[in-house]
């Protein structure tokens, strides 16, 4: 919805992995947000001069080259911030170090975090990342109902709202 508000800006929208990508991608409208995930922002980097390498070696390749940034963004839209690894994290700093002025936002939830395949301590990584930030809490769930999200909220003891009418779970 942020990005589909704002016109007046160049939005770098990056996402964890691919499927998160092309969802995003249906949803964003506006023509000056580019969506990536990672893998596919190192790639597009690293292409532009020259360096090829398998998709395994993109993010650790990127960080060792720092390969150089188009200026063209204003926002830096961090998706799914909970699931950053180290890796991740180095190419986020790279990212913000080349484009100094750029504005960030991080949305994610530390209780949806699905990979833990990294010793990077990402609550004390995003905050040292953002450095003085607002901390928005956002209540609203688009995937569910309302039944399914308050079974969930009580799950994670925080407050979930189900919006979605049509979700239906048909075996749990």
């Known amino acids: 919805v942020l990005c589909n508000e704002i016109t007046d800006k160049k939005i770098l929208y990056l996402t964890y992995n691919n499927l998160l990508k092309v969802d995003a991608k249906e949803k964003i409208?506006?023509?000056?947000?580019?969506?990536?995930n990672y893998h596919g922002f190192a790639y597009m980097c690293l292409s532009k001069q020259g360096v090829s390498v398998g998709i395994s070696d993109l993010i650790q390749t990127f960080n060792n080259l720092e390969p150089?940034?188009?200026?063209?963004?204003?926002?830096?839209?961090?998706?799914?911030?909970?699931?950053?690894?180290?890796?991740?994290a180095e190419m986020l700093w790279l990212i913000k170090d080349s484009l100094p002025d750029i504005q960030i936002v991080a949305v994610g939830d530390?209780?949806?975090k699905i990979y833990d395949k990294t010793s990077l301590n990402v609550s004390d990584f995003i905050n040292q990342f953002?450095?003085?930030?607002?901390?928005l809490e956002f209540t609203q769930c688009f995937r569910l109902s309302a039944d399914l999200a308050s079974k969930l909220g009580r799950i994670w003891c925080k407050k979930i709202e189900g919006v979605n009418p049509d979700c239906s779970v048909e075996e749990m």
């Open 68 to 88: 150089a940034l188009p200026r063209e963004y204003d926002m830096l839209v961090i998706d799914e911030y909970q699931d950053i690894e180290q890796e991740i």
């Open 110 to 112: 530390m209780k949806q």
């Open 130 to 135: 953002l450095g003085q930030h607002l901390e």
């Open 29 to 36: 409208i506006l023509p000056n947000v580019t969506v990536q």
